[in-house]
């Protein structure tokens, strides 16, 4: 059942991956990868989107679905002249015995890694009436005490409660307890913070690092954000399109990284490079609110609920003025009301209180709204659902004009789009035959490219930019953002710019708002706003990314 | 730092043109041999069946008759012209006939299945019904007529009715599953309930009632079955619609100001097509069947009209003659097992699941 490997006698290492290859398919998606782990040691694996590095994580449990693996992965025991055993190589049977028990794993998502139908409680104690044969008793005993080491406030209680019933946090507290109910050496954590709202995120690190601390577990984090690795990590490992191109210890590779693909990621921070603060005095504002409120209706449960609707108020009094050429940033956790507050900016959902764009407020009808249309344009959050799949990119980029210039014939059209094209970067010359591809041929921030182009053709006063970036790679989001900058600076356009991350607003931003649950906390400009923060959330909001 | 840095990697295949999605599951279609065969082997057995009045008739395709050519399937002649005594339309299976054109210089070119669908042969050799032979290659119905004329024209009917009652179905089923799904609230509620309420109406009686009141024709039981058959695929194309109307696509196109038309036809509809090509050979099998069953009950097509379903019926009142039974089920099981096939080719092709490679 053991397998000798050559890493016999070196008792400082926990786990020591040798050459291990991952393909799908018979396309080679990690080639060659080597990495060790000591015991106690927390070692950060950092990659964009497609480098392999959740793959990675998931070989070395055999959890890869459809995968060939080669190579080796040994984990060794605590006796300092113990043979390794090879992950790779001994039966799924030996290597049930160490899932959870001796390695465990928490996911990105809480929510479907969490089975809905059993409460939280049953699926820790599973956990432990299987590895530990403890009785249904003590199991449940043992489970409400993880769940106490996590941080939940009640664990008895919250331990009867269904996944859907908890927070995000709180889901994420209870996966933790869950790989951690058996002591695991070594803990893989394919990135346990990214669903999570920025507050969250340092709450969920201090309580790794902190059980870490306390049953001195090795731990393998996966993850894109380098501020995380900063943070938490001792060693870093960066992985660029299925190689490690660099490994070392976090403070030796931020200061001084080796490889060209580390400095790019390290750069990657976006970088502020927009016009003046100040906005020209006596230019009336592109778009105007106040007390803007946007309420939905929501069913009320019971018999009540038959005979009218509850609502549920997601923007409660905004007050906000966007200057001509520059930027307006929301920042705000999910569900503070600022992605609503952007449907409402655009004149999709009803909403009450003022609300004008140039001047013009937006009505009932369809025909009166067009004008506006023309002057408001909007890019979404994930590329992949914003373009139709079933469109080309010539249809989807110039159908405003079908809209709004219906009268250009389509050779002037065909050219309006190849100039927008050509100002988000796009041409020919990358991309032969570019205007009858379709969208699933671009990558993400190719496709953002695209949906900025179908915005610009109209040639709008103020983009709604709705969390332009955040599906986005790092460097794909620096890219992007200069784009945006340039658009600015050239156009002066206008901005809306909704977004969770205070770095884009640190970069793009010359007023920001601060919204949490449907409230605006605080408005005023970037400096004084993120240097001087005056409500206690926004300081927590800015620390969370510094 | 200028906007127009080198944006990072390319798509992965390089050429002038691109497949659309439709295009790539096209191509996964074809990729999948026993349905794209089973698709060829069927368009050739429907084109073939078009052709029927050339491929099985009773009258010649032409006559070279003392100097002059005749049409006979194009028209009619009468038995004078080809040295008969009557002035009615010449039986060409007549030996007297027969004997006329093909003799002293003459000759005729006969269809390949020289019956027609409703061709009695007045001079058969054998009692009614016989066993297939050398002058009748699936044997005679009960009535003397040649069954592979019947077998050929009723697979034609079938199948176009199949056709007619399949496109008249998903015409109604998206337009009336698309209003819902769009529109949503109040309209989606009130025509939930409508669906209902005539969902629950029990078609078989009221299709005997209707062949009681009217008299039977194919127009009568397509306009019936349709008024029926659009409702499941409604369902689907409803749920589609209420899945794609909220994809940020359809946000971006409202920001646009495109209208609700245009939403509808060129954005929704492209993307909620899949559940309903997916089922088209499925309907169609099940449209086949239900005309057949509808014609073995009786209350089908007209009488005189040819039918698998009456051929059915006829072999099982006749069993012994087992050429009937069995020559008309071997070519339902060989149409639907057909359409089967290619509807499990066209559920892998527009699976989204599978990538193609």
Redesign the interface.
């Known amino acids: 059942m053991t397998a000798p490997t050559p890493g016999t006698g070196m008792p400082a290492h926990l786990l020591e991956v040798k050459d291990l290859r991952v393909s799908f398919?018979g396309k080679e998606v990690v080639h060659g990868v080597n990495f060790r782990i000591a015991p106690g040691e927390k070692l950060a694996l950092v990659g964009e989107s497609g480098s392999g590095k959740t793959v990675t994580a998931l070989s070395l449990l055999r959890l890869a679905q459809n995968a060939e693996i080669s190579g080796v992965a040994s984990l060794f025991g605590l006796e300092p002249m113990s043979v390794g055993r090879d992950l790779l190589s001994i039966s799924e049977r030996a290597l049930r015995g160490i899932r959870g028990e001796e390695v465990a794993m928490i996911f990105q998502e809480p929510m479907t890694a969490l089975n809905p139908l059993f409460t939280v409680g049953d699926q820790i104690a599973e956990v432990l009436e299987l590895k530990q044969a403890l009785s249904k008793r003590q199991a449940w005993d043992a489970a409400v005490e993880a769940l106490a080491a996590t941080g939940i406030a009640e664990p008895a209680r919250r331990a009867q409660s269904f996944p859907h019933q908890l927070s995000g946090g709180q889901r994420q507290r209870a996966m933790i307890a869950m790989a951690l109910a058996c002591r695991p050496r070594l803990l893989l954590a394919d990135e346990p913070t990214t669903a999570l709202d920025v507050t969250l995120r340092i709450q969920i690190l201090e309580l790794l690092s902190d059980l870490q601390r306390q049953t001195g577990m090795a731990v393998l984090m996966i993850t894109h954000d380098l501020n995380l690795v900063r943070k938490f990590a001792d060693r870093v490992a960066v992985m660029e399109d299925g190689h490690l191109v660099e490994e070392g210890a976090v403070a030796r590779v931020f200061a001084n990284p080796q490889h060209a693909y580390t400095r790019k990621l390290i750069d990657s921070r976006p970088?502020r490079?927009v016009v003046g603060q100040s906005a020209a005095t006596g230019e009336p504002p592109v778009m105007l609110a106040s007390r803007l409120r946007v309420g939905y209706a929501v069913p009320i449960p019971g018999v009540r609920g038959w005979f009218r609707k509850g609502e549920f108020v997601a923007v409660k009094g905004a007050d906000f003025s966007v200057p001509p050429g520059r930027t307006l940033g929301i920042v705000g956790e999910s569900g503070s009301g600022k992605s609503t507050l952007a449907?409402a900016a655009?004149?999709?959902i009803p909403h009450s209180g003022e609300l004008q764009a140039m001047g013009r407020r937006w009505g009932p009808d369809?025909a009166g709204?067009?004008a506006i249309?023309?002057l408001?344009?909007?890019v979404?959050?994930?590329p992949f659902?914003?373009?139709?799949?079933?469109?080309?990119v010539e249809?989807i980029v110039g159908?405003?004009l079908?809209?709004?210039e219906p009268s250009l014939s389509p050779a002037d059209r065909r050219e309006r789009v190849i100039a927008a094209l050509a100002d988000?970067?796009?041409g020919e010359i990358?991309?032969?035959?570019l205007l009858?591809?379709?969208p699933?041929?671009?990558?993400g921030?190719?496709r953002q490219?695209l949906?900025i182009a179908?915005?610009l053709i109209?040639q709008p006063q103020l983009l709604?930019l709705d969390e332009p970036t955040s599906a986005l790679d790092v460097?794909?989001q620096k890219?992007v953002l200069?784009?945006?900058?340039?658009?600015q600076r050239e156009r002066g356009l206008s901005y809306l710019l909704i977004t969770h991350d205070v770095d884009v607003i640190r970069a793009m931003a010359h007023q920001v708002m601060v919204m949490k649950d449907g409230e605006v906390l605080e408005t005023g400009p970037v400096d004084q706003v993120l240097d001087r923060p005056e409500h206690p959330y926004t300081r927590i909001l800015v620390s969370a990314q510094d | 730092m200028d906007g127009q840095s080198p944006i990072h990697g390319g798509p992965e295949k390089e050429g002038p043109v691109s497949a659309s999605p439709s295009r790539r599951a096209w191509g996964r279609f074809r990729r999948n041999p026993l349905g794209f065969w089973s698709f060829v082997i069927f368009t050739v057995l429907v084109v073939l069946s078009l052709f029927a009045e050339v491929l099985s008739t009773d009258k010649p395709l032409v006559v070279r008759y003392e100097g002059q050519t005749y049409f006979p399937v194009l028209r009619d002649y009468a038995e004078k012209t080809f040295g008969g005594d009557f002035e009615t339309p010449a039986d060409y299976l007549d030996p007297f006939i027969r004997e006329r054109i093909t003799q002293n210089g003459n000759w005729a070119v006969y269809a390949p299945n020289p019956y027609g669908p409703k061709t009695l042969n007045y001079f058969a050799k054998l009692p009614n019904p016989s066993a297939p032979s050398r002058d009748n290659f699936f044997g005679t119905d009960d009535r003397g007529r040649d069954l592979l004329a019947q077998l050929i024209y009723g697979f034609r009917v079938s199948v176009l009715f199949a056709l007619a009652l399949t496109v008249l179905g998903v015409v109604l089923g998206i337009v009336t599953g698309a209003i819902q799904g769009f529109f949503g609230g109040k309209t989606d509620l009130a025509f939930q309930r409508f669906i209902e309420i005539w969902g629950s109406m029990p078609e078989l009686y009221l299709l005997i009632i209707f062949s009681a009141i009217f008299s039977p024709s194919v127009a009568l039981l397509l306009i019936l079955l349709s008024l029926f058959g659009w409702m499941g695929l409604s369902d689907y194309v409803r749920a589609e619609f209420l899945r794609n109307r909220q994809m940020d696509y359809v946000r971006a196109a409202r920001a646009l100001g495109v209208g609700n038309s245009r939403i509808m036809w060129r954005h929704i509809l492209p993307n909620s097509m899949t559940p309903v090509v997916t089922f088209l050979p499925f309907r169609m099998s099940a449209a086949i069947l239900a005309l057949t069953s509808l014609d073995f009950l009786g209350l089908g097509v007209p009488p005189g009209t040819p039918s698998l379903g009456e051929l059915l019926s006829q072999g099982k009142a006749n069993i012994d003659a087992w050429w009937i039974s069995l020559s008309t089920f071997a070519v339902l099981v060989l149409t639907l097992l057909l359409l089967t096939f290619m509807g499990d080719a066209l559920r892998d092709a527009l699976d989204p699941r599978k990538a193609d490679k």
């Open positions: 398919a970088v490079d449907l655009l004149g999709l369809a709204n067009q249309r023309r408001v344009q909007v979404f959050q994930d659902s914003s373009l139709s799949p079933r469109m080309a249809e159908e405003g079908l809209v709004h988000v970067g796009m990358q991309f032969p035959g009858q591809r379709y699933h041929e671009f990558s921030g190719q490219r949906a179908r915005a109209v709604v460097t794909i890219q200069q784009l945006l900058q340039k658009l």
